[in-house]
């Protein structure tokens, strides 16, 4: 994946005067700043090494890069503490670069790179420090603020006082530098992500340039007071609008991706901050101001795979290629090895090894082209075998066969009933019928997984012995009924199907079958009880008189009654 719109080495620039494409005018331009920011390294104690740089257009009848540039130090008041001269900056005359860009002519354009460095003492204070430098003038061909040509630059670093006495942090530091000229109605991506050496969270935001010194006093040797005033916005842009478009120019929070879409041509300030935190405290914000020249010229853009370089496949298998174009109709890959075809946007790739594909996207309209690559790695497939399904007893347990690829980590799951759940022989006692899936996992992460099922067979068998009442001096016969069984054992010691008792009490029997190899035993408990002896009873007799009736009650307290009258109460009426 492409991340940088233009192939930038290390800036690429151009003037686009409102006249026209591409035409410089030196008489219609006094000023002489493109860009620049400051930022500061902890070299050790209270000593910090400042470095700012300044971006100029050397065909300009602008100043040359100052020298000395003079920096003021603030405290946490605004109050002055210091100021130091950076002498000799290390001036480089950028490279030019148009690919990406379809030109008929390559500009007559110069851009030139200042960079002074100076070490500084900042002892420890308790409101930290602002690093400033300013200067005037912009260019007045730009189009987004009022009044460009009168408008300066001021470019800050804070130190916080965390950082200081001894020093602890360095300012974050943008790792490359935006190209000042795109093209309109073409979309513009690009990688504006710092560095921070200490290790702190980065935040990106769009965020406004600073005004600063005055076409009077174009050089200050001392800084004005902070804080300081952002440029004034010529409408329709704003400080959420720098660049116009739609969408409008957006930075990602996290990675620093830069988007936009712009569409109207000129040139246009823009502001981009990156801010570091430690342990969720704001340490540091560094302000990047720049600009942009957005032109009549078309663009060819080619993604490979859209959102990474590389792609990372398990084994060989088809993958569908997630190439994006702008600007272009027609698609070349290659080399040709595993691809479906070469000439379409996705082709199925189905590589045999680790293979580096090129997209090229041509217009050959305006016979530009632009490529990109992506890596397709193909990795050692993970394999597995949980080993063959298996039947075991209940209460028994079986090792469990599985194998993988040398160096991979196994795991099972559930590790119910496992002696252990992360090696690939593990011995399994489970209480059910269990399917146990094995996943083998290679240090690169390809997995791959398999399932056994281990197999506990319900068997089940039952016996059943009723409960038996006795008289007393008498005896029954116990029997295990419910089927056929190859072996008997009762609590008195019989292995028997049937004993005979004569005694109250429990008796149980425990029976055992064989059922597939498995040996399945049942239990149940007869209760024998004996029935109390009979008690006498005694009637009275009676003499009636004719007419009469009377009572005859049974005494004694029984359970249940029988009258020769076939009466069953404990008492009756008679009358004759």
Known sequence: MKKILFYISPLFYIFCLAAGLFMYSPAAVAAHLVGGEISYECIGGNTFRITLTIYRDCYSSGADFDNPASITIFNAAGNVVDDYNLYFPDVEQLPITTEGLCLETVPDVCVERGIYQRNINLPPNAGG??????????????????????????????????????????????????????????PLVFDHSATDADGDSLVYSICEPYDGASPFNPQPNIASDPPYNPVSWQAPYSANNQLGGSPVMSIDPVTGLLTAFPTQLGQFVVGICVSEYRNGELLSTNLRDFQFNITTCAVVLADAFAGTDSVFLCGVQPLLLDGTAFGGTIYQWSPSDGLSSTTILN????????????????????????????????????????????????GTSVTLNGSGNSGATFTWWPPDGLSNAGIANPVATPPQTTAYVLTATLPWGCTATD????????????VSVPDVDLCPGDSAVLAATGGSYSGYLWSTGDTSAQITVSEA?????????????????????????????????????????????????ATGGFSGYLWSTGDTSAQITVSE
């Open 129 to 186: 420090y602002q690093i400033v430098y300013q200067r005037c003038c912009r260019n007045s061909t730009i189009v987004n603020i009022a009044d460009p040509d009168g408008t300066g630059s001021t470019y800050v670093a804070t130190v916080p006082p965390s950082a200081l006495g001894p020093c602890n942090n360095s300012s974050p530091v943008f790792n490359n530098f935006p190209p000042i000229a795109i093209c309109a109605n073409s």
């Open 347 to 394: 082709p199925v790739a189905t590589p045999s090894q680790t293979i580096t594909y090129t997209l090229t996207v041509i217009n050959p309209i305006v016979g530009c082209q632009d490529s990109d690559e992506v890596t397709i790695v193909v990795n050692e497939a993970a394999q597995v075998n949980a080993g063959p399904d298996v039947s075991i007893c209940p």
């Open 451 to 462: 399932t056994v099922t281990i197999t506990v067979p319900g068997y089940g068998i039952a």
């Open 505 to 553: 009490g429990q008796y149980s029997v425990t029976v055992s079958q064989t059922v597939n190899g498995c040996a399945v035993t049942a239990t149940d408990t007869a209760t024998v009880s004996i029935i109390p002896a009979a008690t006498s009873v005694t009637l009275a007799d009676i003499s009636l008189c004719p007419g009469d009736s009377a009572v005859l009650a």
